[in-house]
């Protein structure tokens, strides 16, 4: 019974995912190209994506790699572009701290954007309710594996996509697909509409921060907006306590 | 850079990728989530998500000289459009790419 309701859960994960394979399909593709196209060899490709899993990271890195960049200021360049992980990281912490090592562990290195998006905003739904890990290791995986196909599939087919099919919009129209549910109140709206903004205007600062910035002035904003509506109903609860 | 130092900042990038994904799962109950930390990650994918759409959408691409680009922004509006009335990815994919197409092959023919 709770191997079947897992094993569901998982399936619904994956299905979950599935939608969002053809915006993942053209930036992972996109990737192998430009890494092929860089000169790497197939094995050098397949292990920077492995160890990586990160797609914008790994798009940053490479053009780097191909401006001759010093090794630590890649290096740097990833940790800021993955610090959302972090932030990513303690949302799943009290659902995923009692996992055994060798299902934390996998688990935690497949992380994404994706994967978290749909089960956190999944977990919105029923937000008192612990997260479903089997759904979230099903988009994971599912998620994994796609990234890593559409790479490979990068790497074999070269430079022959023509730029005219503007594949590189794929990525952030899947992007806006799952922000769009993810908005459901006034408070997660302003720190959207914020974080956009900033994003805008900070594009040009150096080493990808702008994205940085933006995250937390979107986060600051949501944050000020739940503040300013509920210190009513708050003060309400302290004065009957 | 030679194929030492290539593979080694791969395994740096790594393990210090595996680091920041892991930190908190890892270190539950020794370093707990402060409060604050707790509710604004309620608004993190709202606000990252937008950072990363924002620019894309309303800046040119590099090497555009255009100052919009208006077939991107309004291929945006209509995914964001199919996305906030069916809630469905893949229909907001397909009508914001197909839309952009259309639009970056009709207009110039319109235009002249």
Redesign the interface.
């Known amino acids: 019974m709770h191997a079947s309701a897992g094993r569901q859960s998982f399936q619904q994960g994956i299905q979950a995912l599935l939608p969002l394979a053809p915006g993942v399909l053209p930036f992972g593709l996109v990737t192998g190209v430009t890494a092929a196209n860089q000169g790497y060899s197939f094995f050098e490709i397949l292990g920077m994506t492995l160890l990586f899993y990160a797609g914008s990271a790994q798009m940053a890195a490479l053009q780097l790699l191909n401006e001759q960049a010093l090794p630590l200021v890649i290096l740097i360049t990833v940790v800021v572009i993955n610090l959302r992980f972090l932030m990513y990281s303690a949302a799943l912490a009290p659902h995923m701290h009692r996992l055994p090592a060798k299902a934390r562990w996998p688990l935690g290195y497949m992380i994404s954007d994706q994967s978290f998006a749909l089960s956190m905003v999944r977990n919105q739904q029923q937000p008192h309710a612990p997260m479903d890990l089997w759904f979230f290791a099903g988009s994971s995986f599912s998620m994994w594996l796609v990234w890593q196909v559409s790479v490979i599939l990068g790497v074999m087919v070269g430079s022959g996509i023509p730029a005219s099919w503007s594949l590189d919009f794929a990525i952030p129209l899947s992007f806006l697909a799952i922000l769009v549910p993810a908005i459901r109140n006034s408070a997660s709206l302003s720190a959207a509409l914020t974080g956009g903004l900033v994003a805008v205007l900070a594009h040009g600062l150096p080493y990808n921060l702008g994205l940085i910035v933006a995250s937390v002035s979107g986060i600051a904003a949501g944050l000020l907006v739940e503040t300013r509506k509920k210190p009513a109903a708050s003060h309400q609860q302290g004065a009957k306590a | 850079?030679n194929d030492l130092?290539?593979?080694?900042?791969?395994?740096?990038?790594?393990i210090?990728?595996?680091v920041?994904?892991?930190?908190?799962?890892?270190?539950?109950?020794r370093w707990s989530?402060p409060p604050?930390?707790?509710?604004?990650?309620?608004?993190?994918?709202?606000?990252?998500?937008?950072?990363?759409?924002?620019?894309?959408?309303?800046?040119p691409?590099a090497g555009s000289d255009v100052l919009v680009d208006w077939p991107?922004l309004l291929?945006?509006v209509i995914?964001?459009l199919?996305?906030?009335f069916f809630?469905?990815?893949?229909y907001?994919?397909?009508a914001?790419?197909g839309s952009?197409?259309a639009m970056?092959n009709l207009l110039p023919l319109w235009i002249g």
């Open positions: 850079m130092t290539l593979w080694g900042l791969f395994v740096a990038v790594g210090a990728t595996l920041l994904r892991l930190a908190f799962i890892e270190g539950h109950g989530v604050l930390l707790q509710r604004a990650l309620q608004y993190v994918p709202a606000s990252v998500l937008a950072a990363l759409v924002a620019p894309a959408v309303v800046l691409p991107r291929a945006a995914a964001a199919m996305a906030w809630r469905n990815t893949l907001s994919l397909l914001g790419m952009l197409l970056q």
